[in-house]
């Protein structure tokens, strides 16, 4: 490991010899789950809690309503937290910033013992907001488990892990615990605007924000970034969907994986933030991922052609191999952290 | 306010202060959300983070499979925590457990401040764990607002406020944030069972437990605690259901609000845990709750009939008045606290 990581690796020794010395801290398959390695410190909150932002009402609330279609938000913030928050957009269950793939420490953990004040989205109609203003009909998908394993790139096919891939392939809970951190995500158009209408709502209740997103998560921010001035980064993690302003991007119609359409005010917007999309590895070995890296790199294109500031990472280019399609879950999970800060660093979105 | 409250209301007065000199900890109206009372100290957590429990897997998980039905846990553990943990069920939204009506300090960090580990849950098909093995429709349900009003105990009819409720009234961002901490919990017998069953094994996982349970949660909890002896006590907060052997309790047919019928040795199980059921102001002015509150009277002396430890708190005679349907979100929510830990203690529940 490099940089911050390599150079807490003493540390890191005795903290791991504390907390071996420690009591048991639950039961069962808790207790087995994945702990080192972990950041040194430990997660003192100045306060935590969670609320509901955007949504709408229908009927009449002086007689016969609903309140519905808002977001879920949970927040937790550290002492002497930095001025910046980390907002995490996920797209498949919370839980991916809550856990490393094994069950040690996840990457929100991570960044409150760097010192950010983290807030966990559920969009609305998602996770702990499907509370919606409009009927839906769910159905479960035999044959997603597998669809996971390709789509999240542990494998080429079902089954036949990538060499070195950063999951713990042996680890049967693991894979389990991996296969049910899923929840519907609801991916047509209309609610990536509706997300993202209540994503910007919750960031300017929020203050000043880097977005991190997941998957089709970045959409969603890249959109809310256009609607809020509170979003002052977005780092997203193999986003596969990008805005576009008319006559621009892919010529296809507007799709839940891109492209949306906005203005050329929308679009604009987004060249006065900085954005950084990171891309794992074995993306050459996939089917889909690469028109979606073609995609990223049109994107970039256009924003810099504009004078704006975004950047593709590839892992591999700074060393880092294996990485999944859910990067800061992978057991490399804290050397994907330093990337991001160095990259909150050079924006100078770090400040106490 | 009486007991552990009343004689730290110094050390409260000082630390408003400290808190008063804090810099701004978020923006907006998070900002603007009620901060005191709070409990004197601060969260310090040895490890946090969630997983599912229990579920199923349709399919072939070689071929073409979907790991479903699971329940999500999400977790706290503070440092040095004591050895029983707190599993608190909700029957509305997991923000219940989050925050006091206001904004302010919820019962979950009043309990990890008093040394507790706690395990939010959402049980299968619920909030972060919608991810069932079977097809539903949600519908929007145009009047639930007004349901809530009246079920919520705010008062006997919409828009009429009880006198001194436990509510900030006046504060439409909480009138808001309240009717907007919901969503579908699926209240059929099936799905009783069903989180009853996940509920258990997640328990398993957890290690020995007392249960906290609001409205339709404590039926779901009693039924999991015949399946876990992990289970070592339940304080359930306004429970309108009960399981009851055959030929005992209500004879009505089985229904998601009780009864839920059990085998004699299952219910006998019921007999060998502390079981405490809290009840807040106004029920006999709502229209259903006095039959709940009846049919808690009859659980209750069966228990107790066959050599249990079961007992019926009503808040009004510790003299606690105004309290609402959730009791430990309402402005006097660590008055209600109080009550749980003299529980604890009582019980033996609360050794480090």
New interface residues.
Partial sequence: MKGESGVKVRKLAVLAAVLAA?P???????QA?GRGPVEPG???????????AG?T???D????????D?G?V??Q?P?K?RKT?LFMWHSS???VW??RWD?G??FR?IFLKRGF?TYLW?GPRV????????????????????GNFTAWRFGKTF?EWFPGVQFPKDDKRAY??A??????EFDIVKNVRLEAEAGAKAI?????SVVLTNSAGGLRALLAATQSS?VKGIVAYENPGFPFPEGAGPDRPEGPFGPIRVTEEEFNRLTKIPLQFVWGDNIADSTTWPASLKQCEQFVELINQRGGNAKILKLTDVGLKGNTHIPFMDMNNRAVADQLSAFLKQNGLDRR
């Fill in positions: 420690l048991v801290l639950g039961g069962g398959a808790l789950a430990r997660i003192v909150l100045e306060r935590q809690g969670a609320f509901a949504g009402v229908l009927g609330p002086a007689k016969s309503s609903l309140h519905c808002h879920y949970e927040y913030i002492v937290a928050a269950s919370a839980l809550q856990q069950g420490e996840g953990d004040a559920d996770g702990r907001a499907n509370w919606g203003c409009e009927e839906y009909t769910y159905k479960p998908g035999i044959g997603r488990d597998q089954g389990e615990q296969m049910r951190a899923r929840y519907e300017d209740e929020v203050g000043p509170n």
